[in-house]
T-cell receptor, first 111, second 115 residues
């Protein structure tokens, strides 16, 4: 199937690290993406990782990929209130040649 | 210019109206997309244009009619919509549809309400 699963909700305190998890199903996916969506807005591309990589770091963001378990995670260091949003993972390539989005995780950052 | 713009931002229409949503990008991208997003749900792909030709139609009802007049513009013509079509309509573009060129950049969306 094409289900990409994420936990619904994550609450953290300002300054802590956040870890958002994603489980995908298509082992032939070539690229995996993280998007951020603030209320009433479009999707902002945060980062992506190619399937032959295990880790990618981009400033406060760290992406980890475990291909064996089809598990992707996004770690946000020093989480700020401006990071409050819905985060979607997405997989691309493989069987569908389309971007398949995860169910989304609402990140709430408490001051 | 690294933006995808969409107009209008909000649209309210009756079930007998005809309206159009517009999307524009000036990044030289050759693939453009329409997505529909209901509240608290992920975006769902509707249409894909590649080099100004329709390459994917995800079995979308004919009351939605896409058009790609040139490589920078994408329209979505709406006619005889139903209240359940109320949603956020997102446009996206990517350099191409292959490999790293598939990074999709999204516009801010049009919030559509059908009465």
């Amino acid at each position: 199937g094409e289900d990409v699963e994420q936990s619904l909700f994550l609450s953290v305190r300002e300054g802590d690290s956040s870890v958002i998890n994603c489980t995908y199903t298509d082992s032939s996916s070539t690229y995996l993406y993280w998007y951020k969506q603030e209320p009433g807005a479009g999707l902002q591309l945060l980062t992506y990782i190619f399937s032959n990589m295990d880790m990618k770091q981009d400033q406060r963001l760290t992406v980890l990929l475990n291909k064996k378990d089809k598990h992707l995670s996004l770690r946000i260091a020093d989480t700020q209130t401006g990071d409050s949003a819905i985060y979607f993972c997405a997989e691309y390539g493989g069987a569908t040649n389309k971007l398949i989005f995860g169910t989304g995780t609402l990140l709430a950052v408490q001051p | 210019d690294t933006e995808v713009t969409q107009t209008p931002k909000h649209l309210v229409m009756g079930m007998t109206n005809k309206k159009s949503l517009k999307c524009e990008q000036h990044m030289g991208h050759r693939a453009m997309y329409w997505y529909k997003q209901k509240a608290k749900k992920p975006p769902e792909l509707m249409f894909v244009y590649s080099y100004e030709k329709l390459s994917i139609n995800e079995s979308v009802p004919s009351r939605f009619s896409p058009e790609c007049p040139n490589s920078s513009l994408l329209n979505l013509h709406l006619h005889a919509l139903q209240p359940e079509d109320s949603a956020l309509y997102l446009c996206a573009s990517s350099q191409d549809r292959q490999g790293t060129y598939n990074e999709q950049f999204f516009g801010p969306g049009t919030r559509l309400t059908v009465l």
